[in-house]
Every structure is written in C-alpha cells, then in structure tokens.
C-alpha cells in the first residue's frame, strides 16, 4: 500500500476541487450532470499513475458491437463489478485507451450513480464530476427510513428517483451505454452482501435492448471502513474484461424459465447476473496473475 488517496494524490485533489462544477446536494432539477473534461484529465493522471504495465481491456470488439447498436437506436448498457469509488474511471481510461473508437465509446457512457457520491464528500463530488452521470438514491439508502418519522426525506427521493428514470429514458436511445452496477454498491469483505445483485437491476433488464458484462481484476483502490478518501492506494495491474453482447430480453427469458420454481424472480435474475460477473473475474484473474 502507498498510502490514502488524500495523501498520494494531495495536489491533484486541490485541483480538482478548484475546477469541479458538481453539485453537493441532488435535486430533480440537476439529476443529470455532464461530465467535465477539465475533471477528467487530473482524474485520468492518477490512474495512469497507479496502473502497472501489463494492464489492458480484454473485449474491445465486443464494446465496439455494443457502442454500434446504440448508435442504431438501441438501449445498451454496461453491467460492471463494483469493488471502489475508481471502477468507473478504470472503465472510463480503458475504453479511451484501446484505440480505434475508443474515445467515443468512453465519452457516450452514463453511469448510474447513488447520490450520496455527490451528497457526502465534497472531494468525491468533485472527482465524479469527471463523467456523465444520473444520479439516483438507491435502494438500500431507504431501507432504514421511517414512513412516519422520514417522510419528507422519502418523498424527496421518491422526486429524485422519478426524475432520474425520466432522465434515463432521455438519453438512453441517443447513442449512450448506461453504466450500472448491479450490486448498487462497492464490495465490502467485511460485509458479505455488497457483492449480491440488487432486485431493482431487473427492471433496467426490462427496459434495455443489449447489454455486455464487465469484469474488473486488479486493486488500485482499496475500500477502508472509514470515510471513502481514506481509502488505501496501491498500484497494480487492472484487466478490465468486457464480455460479449447479450440480448436482454433473451437473458431475463432464460434466468425466469430456470427460476420457475423460485418465488423472488427479480433476485433470481439479480444473482444470475453476479454469478457471470464472478465467472468472468475468475477467469480474468487467472491471466491477470500470469502477467505479475
């Protein structure tokens, strides 16, 4: 480990928090936000920094098929592992690096995001504010709420939620892979459950056309059990693994008719979704560890 971010990369946060134009608190009127390429370039040093040579995007090919058929009118998104607050960066650098079309598949992606990235930490505000984003207040975010004593608080993100789908449906037919998560937040050893699919991942099956797996291998960006920019930094080598596409309606079909007899179907599709990523990962690390 080389220390925390706020440590290693102390000058480059100063930086970024001088240009960034992300809000701090999410309303209906600004759940869409565009990325800002002055954000972008002091964030793409840093990864540059911390990944080791050796490091690459597996399936290129396949992100070029999927960024096509949403240049013909489809709605295409990225499924990607979700293991810190770098995933969307490693993806974002990778795809501008591969050549090609490159650049332009890295800049039509929307990450769907949970608020409290722009809401909690101004400094994590300010990195995200690299890439296009909707944000949301998830799901897990509510599970605590009273009904009675948190009203104001769920009917702010109910608004939120509402805004940002009509937001989603905007863009999503315009040429944009939507990056989603669907563990709907970063894995946590301590915490088992961060890595199992949530429910509500079923519904952007439902809505999507396409869509390709992402698996991420390789730490640069360890998460710690205190505030997120004390998470610990340490360079590596990232394989960033995207899968082939698949149809949506053709996966969900398939996942429901071998779910039959399961009563949740909305988490059987969520768990069938993460038992590929992990596949995936599996696989990658093998060849990943053959490069150290």
Known sequence: MEGSLTTLFGEQIKKVIKVSKAPTVITEDNVYQEGDPNVLAIVDSMVEYLVLPGSSLEGSKNLEELFEKAESGKACMLL?????????????YF????????KEISDSIIAIAGMKLNEDN???????????KIAICPSRSMLNLDPEKDKDEIARATAINRAAMKSLIRHKYKGKLVLIFPSGTRYRSWEPDTKKGV???DSYIRSFDYLCFVALNGEVLHVQQSDMMNDAVSKDIVRVTVGPVVDCKEFRDKVLEDAADKEDKKQAVADVI??????????AEVERLKLK
């Open 199 to 201: 429910r509500e991942i």
């Open 95 to 102: 795809a501008r690096m591969a050549g090609g079309r490159g």
């Open 274 to 283: 993460m038992e590929e990523l992990e596949k995936m990962h599996v696989a």
């Open 80 to 92: 990607v592992e979700h293991y810190s607050n770098l995933d969307l960066s490693l993806v974002s």
């Open 122 to 132: 101004p400094v994590v505000a300010a990195f995200t504010g690299a890439y296009s």
